[in-house]
């Protein structure tokens, strides 16, 4: 099970901090990435961190937008900064055996249900 949580809205230029705790599956053996969904447009993926700590992102958010996984915790940050109107959209945190940013997530993935983050200009 995955659970996001941190969204909101934000001015554009601003920053937020989006978190995902994981639990009911052996964290460390699972690669963990964020995708993001706007209205009308297909969901795209965006940062992955995969098992063995590879970072890929998406060149629209490479620079402004970190993501980060806690072991220990079971937790995956996505820190995101000089957000933009276009960044608006629903985030979602998936897990899977390989995650790379542009990697689709296979059928025994996992995913959150999401949370909203809203970029005003």
């Known amino acids: 099970q995955l659970e996001e949580s941190g969204g909101g809205s934000v001015q554009a230029g601003g920053s937020l901090r989006l978190s995902c705790k994981a639990s009911?599956?052996?964290?460390?053996?699972?690669?963990m990435g964020w995708f993001r969904q706007a209205p009308g447009k297909e969901r795209e993926g965006i940062a992955a961190v995969n098992r063995d700590g590879t970072q890929t992102y998406d060149d629209s958010v490479k620079g402004r937008f970190t993501i980060s996984r806690d072991t220990a915790k079971n937790i995956l940050t996505l820190q995101m900064n000089s957000l933009k109107p276009e960044d608006s959209a629903m985030y979602y945190c998936?897990?899977?055996?390989?995650?790379?940013?542009?990697?689709?997530?296979?059928?025994?993935?996992?995913w959150g249900q999401g949370t909203q983050v809203t970029v005003s200009s």
């Open positions: 009911g599956f052996r964290y460390s053996n699972y690669g």
């Open positions: 998936a897990a899977d055996r390989e995650m790379f940013v542009h990697l689709p997530v296979s059928d025994s993935g996992v």
